[in-house]
């Protein structure tokens, strides 16, 4: 079975950073398109980064341009976000999405998820 698993979250102050890690196992096919969604509580799935196997398109939500960074690792199947001078609206629950789809920045186009991180950003 596919399995996308997340980590690096944490609480931290406002203006701080945090590095997300999202390792996938169990498919038999490569990924062509891995991606981080965040969901806050209340709120619907919104799309924070997404990057394709051969690192040349790197997409980002809005709210997070010039803060975030998507990277992947391929020799460990890794997805990466590292997330610097975090805001209090940054807090949500991180996930972890891949598909092989050409990186769109939409929820419904990704069929294997991550069970997420939490990142809480104090004021």
């Known amino acids: 079975d596919v399995q996308l698993v997340e980590s690096g979250g944490a609480s931290v102050q406002a203006g701080g950073s945090l590095r997300l890690s999202c390792e996938a196992s169990?498919?038999?096919?490569?990924?062509?398109?891995m991606a981080w969604f965040r969901q806050a509580p209340g709120k619907e799935r919104e799309a924070v980064a997404a990057?394709?196997?051969?690192?040349?398109?790197?997409e980002y939500g809005g709210s997070v341009k010039g803060r975030f960074t998507v990277s992947r690792d391929p020799d460990k199947d890794t997805l990466y976000l590292q997330m610097n001078n975090l805001k209090p609206e940054d807090t949500a629950v991180y996930y972890c999405?891949?598909?092989?789809?050409?990186?769109?920045?939409?929820?419904?186009?990704?069929?294997?998820w991550g069970q997420g991180t939490q990142v809480t950003v104090s004021p």
């Open positions: 990057l394709d196997s051969d690192e040349i398109t790197a």
């Open positions: 999405a891949a598909d092989s789809v050409p990186c769109p920045l939409l929820a419904d186009e990704y069929n294997y």
């Open positions: 169990g498919y038999r096919y490569y990924f062509y398109c």
